[in-house]
């Protein structure tokens, strides 16, 4: 068991970022999903404060009371330019203490890294953006163009409350924004030994699905063949264990060319499963961008043992190649067969943009110039974020939240996994990186 370095002489010598990141940490911002929330409104709060104080004027939005989303609007040196959002989340999935090796939201600094939830997802991000914002700002200096600083509500179920609020209802707050950065890309893996940076240019389509199946309320000795369980349990089953077919896209084609290269492979002998895999620790996502997947995460069903329920309930998360969100549906209904009700919860769209252009030559550079020689692949996210609210409205969104680290650290396992933790020096050099970024591009 860990214990709190609260207090301690180490404390003083903590970086900005690892403060407001373990700040943010201590309010604990779980988002449960289906509309349940611990809400977001004292981070959002502490996190206005802070722009405050670098003299801005942040604007708070609620949703609905406690979904507290934070918009500033940072002048640039040329306004001229288009306007580069630089955005994050403010809620976390939630954490189960009992499977932790410390209080997930104590915000806990032990052996050279924070550890809490959201410490990877994505209050490391948050904090970055905040300290890089007082780099630039509390030295007189401006950012190269203006920035849309947004720190958004219920990214954690689709951003319904959060990001789409904000694009439907106040679409003012990003006008002139023509590009965005966030999360879940920038950071660094180890392929065959050379260190190398991930950058997000696109993220999958998702569909969360509600399978419904329906039987004969009965005593649970009968003998009873309407069984909701059982029929729920056979269809999520086959769609658990469906394998879907590689598909390439044109970012997941460029990484495997890349991937290929860097690692002194030729692409027509190594299948694109084989080349995943050898990224180590970033294979779980990879891997997951080649090929629809369909993941069955919670079930409901019964209330009593010797009573047969006549409903059983499923949740399964669908992340479909961009594009394929209704083709892909269809044969899951085709797969769990006409006596299961499916409900389309939420769905949202995939998204793609080119690995090339000034931010992403800007982005190369700024690596290039605090990690010299590590080279810079583009990755389709398995996942999503709020840039595809942020599509909506035009805006191109990349996913750089950049983190050098270290090789034996398996940071994708760690979105949404136990012990989420990131090493202080990684914070800085997110904290630098970005400050370099945003005063350059
Ligand atoms: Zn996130």
């Not at 769609?239 to 077919?245: F, K, T």
């Not at 983190?403 to 904290?431: I, N, S, W, Y």
Request: aromatic residues 6%; proline residues 5%; without cysteine.
């Amino acid at each position: 068991m860990l214990s709190s370095a609260e207090n301690t002489p180490a404390d003083a010598r903590l970086d900005l970022t690892a403060e407001i990141a373990r700040d943010l940490i201590r309010f604990d911002t779980t988002n449960y999903g289906e509309g349940r929330s611990n809400g977001e409104t004292d981070a959002a709060e502490y996190v206005a404060a802070n722009l405050r104080t670098l003299g801005l004027a942040p604007q708070l939005f609620d949703s609905e009371p406690g979904r507290t989303s934070v918009v500033a609007r940072v002048p640039g040196r040329d306004s001229s330019r288009g306007a580069l959002v630089v955005h994050g989340h403010l809620d976390v999935v939630p954490a189960d203490p009992d499977a932790w090796s410390v209080d997930p939201f104590e915000g806990v600094i032990e052996g050279g890294l924070l550890w809490g939830r959201g410490a990877v997802d994505m209050k490391n991000m948050d904090a970055m953006i905040l300290a890089a914002l007082q780099d630039i700002l509390g030295s007189g200096q401006q950012p190269a163009r203006d920035l849309v600083v947004a720190f958004f509500a219920d990214e954690e179920a689709g951003g319904v409350l959060g990001s789409h609020y904000l694009v439907d209802t106040h679409p003012e707050v990003f006008a002139g924004a023509t590009e965005a950065i966030s999360e879940v890309g920038g950071y660094s893996i180890t392929l065959g030994g050379q260190r190398a940076y991930l950058l997000q240019t696109g993220e999958k389509a998702l569909i969360w699905i509600k399978l419904i199946a329906r039987g004969e309320a009965a005593h649970g000795s009968r003998l009873i063949h309407a069984n909701a369980v059982t029929r729920l349990a056979e269809a999520v089953a086959r769609v658990g264990r469906r394998e879907w077919p590689i598909r390439l896209t044109d970012t997941t084609s460029a990484l495997l060319a890349e991937l290929a290269s860097v690692l002194g492979v030729d692409p027509q002998r190594v299948g694109p499963d084989e080349l995943a895999l050898a990224t180590g620790t970033a294979s779980g996502f990879i891997q997951a961008s080649l090929r629809t997947t369909t993941n069955p995460t919670v079930l409901h069903a019964g209330y009593k043992h010797n009573v047969i329920p006549d409903r059983a309930e499923a949740l399964i998360d669908i992340r479909t190649l961009p594009g394929d969100e209704d083709k892909v549906l269809a044969e899951v209904a085709e797969i769990v067969g006409p006596d299961i009700e499916i409900v389309v919860m939420h769905r949202d769209i995939g998204l793609e943009t080119e690995f090339g252009g000034p931010l992403v030559d800007a982005v190369v550079d700024t690596l290039g110039r605090h990690d010299p020689g590590a080279p810079v692949l583009p990755y389709l996210l398995s996942a999503g974020t709020d840039n595809k609210a942020l599509s909506t409205l035009g805006i191109k969104g990349y996913g750089f939240a950049p983190l050098k680290l270290p090789a034996d650290l398996d940071f994708p396992a760690m979105f949404h996994g136990v012990d989420e933790r990131v090493p202080l020096d990684a914070l800085v050099f997110g904290r630098q990186v970005l400050t370099d970024l945003l005063s350059n591009y």
